[in-house]
């Protein structure tokens, strides 16, 4: 199996693991992944969604370009070949729980789109990220270039996207690609823990919403702003604070 979801603890972590092709992705991979990210989502203990490779070499390489050569001609293969793309990163995105990418290689073309669909990226020195359509005469999918847009802005963005060069993962830092580079995920994926699972989701939601166009509030925004003081969530975490300890949160 080249994806597979293994769970420690309250992290899900979905790995890449197709090492002697640099983790590129096929399309029987793009149509697995939907269903990961549902037993993810839907397993009670899962709290965090971690994507990373399952070797530590390359996050991955992007498309399978064997294979796209082997099907170039055949129109509703290639159809078929971008819905499952489409379906991945638009699910990814839109996760009802915290994503974080960790990129300890190569993470080019398709791949980046895979981090860029994660709320966060996290890379190792030997990190190195690059969108490269414009080497094969091919064009990134829209919705991957306003996630890439959203991160870096559109002048970053077509220096990317123009040139297809590769950046090292302190250039990814500089220009927004990335949110930290670290020896390991652990500390985030800590963090991340230690949070209220309510107010992450909720947080993710409302940057979705900004994100896809919302500037002022609505009566969706205004009510999950309000039902949050009615939930055992602020009612831990006030005690907590109250008491000087640490939270402890459900899922």
């Not at 293994?6 to 096929?26: Q, T, Y």
């Not at 129109?75 to 996760?95: F, M, P, Y």
């Not at 990317?160 to 949110?179: F, P, Q, V």
Request: hydrophobic share 45%; aromatic share 6%.
């Amino acid at each position: 199996m080249n994806l597979r979801l293994e769970l420690d603890g309250n992290v899900a972590h979905l790995l890449i693991d197709r090492a002697d092709k640099r983790n590129a992705f096929s399309m029987a991979m793009w149509q697995a992944m939907p269903g990961l990210l549902d037993q993810a989502e839907n397993n009670p203990d899962a709290r965090v969604l971690v994507l990373r490779s399952a070797d530590g070499g390359a996050f991955c390489a992007g498309a399978d370009i064997k294979e796209l050569l082997a099907n170039k001609d055949d129109a509703a293969w290639r159809a078929a070949n971008q819905a499952a793309i489409n379906t991945v990163q638009h699910k990814l995105a839109r996760l009802n729980m915290p994503t974080l990418a960790w990129v300890e290689g190569d993470c080019i073309g398709g791949g980046c789109g895979l981090a860029l669909a994660c709320d966060m990226r996290l890379a190792n020195d030997a990190a190195r990220f690059g969108i490269t359509p414009a080497k094969l005469g091919l064009v990134y999918p829209l919705h991957d270039v306003k996630l890439l847009i959203d991160l870096v802005g559109a002048g970053q963005a077509r220096r990317m996207l123009y040139t297809g060069e590769l950046i090292d993962a302190d250039e990814a830092l500089r220009i927004g690609l990335i949110e930290l580079v670290a020896d390991s995920p652990e500390a985030q994926i800590g963090a991340l823990l230690s949070a209220s699972p309510h107010s992450i989701r909720e947080s993710k939601r409302m940057i979705r919403f900004v994100l896809d166009g919302q500037a002022d509030e609505s009566e969706e925004t205004a009510e999950m702003f309000a039902r949050a003081f009615t939930l055992p969530d602020f009612a831990e975490g006030t005690q907590a604070f109250v008491e000087k300890r640490g939270a402890k949160f459900g899922k």
